[in-house]
């Protein structure tokens, strides 16, 4: 499944949602490691849809998000939980490495 993309219009609300780890994924195009990352996360999706909910961001599209976040690199991957962030990762990330993080941070 493909991951949603989120805006900063829509990211309080996205961020917010009871009950569950909520993942951004702010991303680029021209970002390997984000290209790599992308089909782990969209796999991700489906096996976590009950505890985890992703969205991705492009920073070329929404720059004032990524700066709103102090997303100075990417992949940046934050994580947040009712509303809060709880935790940022960046640079690639392999399936095993992203699973683990789950499993961390799950209620």
Known sequence: MSLNTVTKAGF?????EPGKIVLIDFWAS???PCKALAPVLDQLSDEYAG???MYKANIEEE???A????VMSVPT????????RIKT???????????ALFQELAP
């Open 51 to 53: 505890t985890v909910t």
């Open 77 to 84: 991957l934050a994580f947040y939980r009712d509303g809060e």
């Open 63 to 65: 720059p004032d998000l």
């Open 30 to 32: 021209w970002c390997g």
């Open 67 to 70: 700066a709103d976040h102090r």
């Open 12 to 16: 309080g609300q996205a961020v917010a």
């Open 89 to 99: 990762v960046s640079g690639g990330k392999t399936r095993d490495e992203m699973t």
